[in-house]
């Protein structure tokens, strides 16, 4: 059964969530890529699939470096299932690099719970997170889950509360140095025009509405699961937990306030939800509610590409 198969993270499991990532990589090529078949667009297309699975492969390294979930597969599985089933999200350039640049700022945030290099950490943090505001600026909100984390791990002081901004500002400093050089300053105004949108119509949509129906149920179940759990547990977790409940709130957020509004700014989630529902899995003795769980998921992932 599925739940058994990803139970431990192994070699094989590894190779089955690329096979499964490529799968919806390609069917979400074929319904969304209008562009014509030719060797330079196929290479282009196999290259980008490769910045996916690079996106897997450090989400697997920051979960297990920082111990977010126990020793299987399953944050990577519903991630897989998750970005399956927003099938903009594939193709999506920018916030594809965004998010994948946002990694190596998680990286820093989430082992900021060790006593080692804080200044570094805080100071990558913010740089990463800058970097990536410089390719889809909304990004740059996520600046707000340095500081929580410097609440929640108890590192509060003046230095700790500058070096985020140095290193949130220095990229966008020499960004904007560049650009004055060239007289071009207005690539980096418009760069950090916030054009907010609450406009929700687009997500009436079947295949986007049952799938977001699905996930904000088994999310709120979730949370309201695991959080009591947790509280009787060791303090580094909890407080993990807490980082990650934030990161859920801030990605939620910039979903609600950005314009675009057509499934790809889902991609901000992946990494909190699978976080969450791999520890929402995790507490559960019973091995049929967890394989009927992921079967759905499986099931909402596949159905939308016939809605």
Partial sequence: MIANFFNKTKPVTIFNLVVLLFIFYLS???MVNTEEFSI???LKMILFFGWHILFLMIVNFIVKKNKLTQDNSYALLLIVLMLGTFREAFLSTNIVFSNLILLLSYRRIYS???EINTSAKLFDAGLWIGVSSLIYS???FFIVLVYVSIIIYKKINL???LIPLVGLITPLFLFFTYVFC?????VFYDKFKYDLSLVFTSYNALHLLLP???IVTILLWSVFSVTPKLVLVGNKLKL???VIINHLLIALTIIVLSPIKNGSEFYFLLFPLGVVFANFLQISSSKTFKNMVLYLFLLVSISSYFL
């Fill in 112 to 114: 900021l719970k060790s």
């Fill in 212 to 214: 977001i129906t699905f």
């Fill in 159 to 161: 230095k700790n509360s």
């Fill in 138 to 140: 909304w990004s740059i």
């Fill in 240 to 242: 993990s937990w807490q």
């Fill in 182 to 186: 060239f007289d071009n300053v207005v």
């Fill in 28 to 30: 979400s090529s074929l």
């Fill in 40 to 42: 330079y667009n196929f």
